[in-house]
């Protein structure tokens, strides 16, 4: 089947735009992740959902951060007014249970370069 | 939250030869260990999950230990092939509650010479 998918693969942004980067999770998957990973670092968590209901946001690094999952399925990552240090690769996840230890399936990533 | 290190010099190995990485951890002891593999331009792939009570792992040519008294996992490669060279990343959760969100070492990079 399908797994997660991301898009745009690629973005590039001027200094203060605003930005949308989205996610479509495996289907029936309960829990969808957001990470931000920097060159030669590991992924660092940025927000958690269960369905719908975000119920962790205390990666996000600043309230320019704004993610959604409006129905469940799909999700979108926000950044307004976008800054260079917000420049690296978003990745999304998602596994199958809301419970601990469950693998987690991910996208191949948004390469955010911000100008 | 959780510190994780994982050596940051790439780990260049003859192609048969066992790679063995590791993972240290710091605060308090997890209820699971995971690792990935990530391959350059792609999101991490989910190889291995080892849980507190079990002390060793297998899958195929992967072997993955957990000492929780060390706190340190170690992950090995073994009868190494090319296509093994990729970065490896082990995987905690966060925090001890909130369980399923996960923090990642910086990763290690296997490069299989053949």
């Known amino acids: 089947g399908a797994g997660v998918s991301q898009s745009p693969r690629y973005k590039v942004a001027k200094r203060g735009q605003d930005v949308a980067l989205r996610c479509d999770p495996i289907?029936?998957?309960?829990?969808l992740f957001w990470y931000q990973q920097a060159l030669g670092q590991g992924p660092e968590f940025l927000t958690y959902?269960?369905?719908?209901?975000?119920?962790?946001k205390s990666g996000l690094p600043s309230d320019r951060f704004f993610a959604e999952r409006p129905e469940g399925s799909v999700s979108t990552l926000k950044i307004q007014r976008t800054q260079q240090e917000d420049s690296a690769v978003y990745l999304c996840?998602?596994?199958?249970?809301?419970?601990?230890?469950?693998?987690?399936?991910f996208g191949p990533g948004t390469r955010l370069t911000v100008l | 939250s959780q510190k994780i290190e994982q050596n940051s010099e790439a780990l260049n190995i003859q192609e048969g030869k066992t790679a063995t990485l590791t993972c240290n951890y710091t605060n308090y002891s997890p209820a699971y260990l995971q690792w990935y593999r990530q391959d350059p331009g792609r999101g991490p792939v989910f190889l291995l999950l080892i849980r507190e009570n079990e002390k060793e792992k297998r899958k195929e040519r992967l072997k993955v230990t957990f000492d929780t008294t060390l706190k340190q996992s170690l992950f090995h490669i073994t009868a190494s092939q090319p296509a093994d060279s990729a970065t490896y990343l082990c995987a905690l959760p966060l925090r001890f509650y909130g369980n399923n969100r996960l923090a990642f070492g910086k990763g290690n990079q296997v490069v299989v010479i053949p």
């Open positions: 289907s029936g998957h309960v829990s």
């Open positions: 996840a998602s596994s199958l249970m809301a419970t601990g230890s469950n693998e987690q399936f």
């Open positions: 959902f269960q369905n719908e209901a975000q119920l962790d």
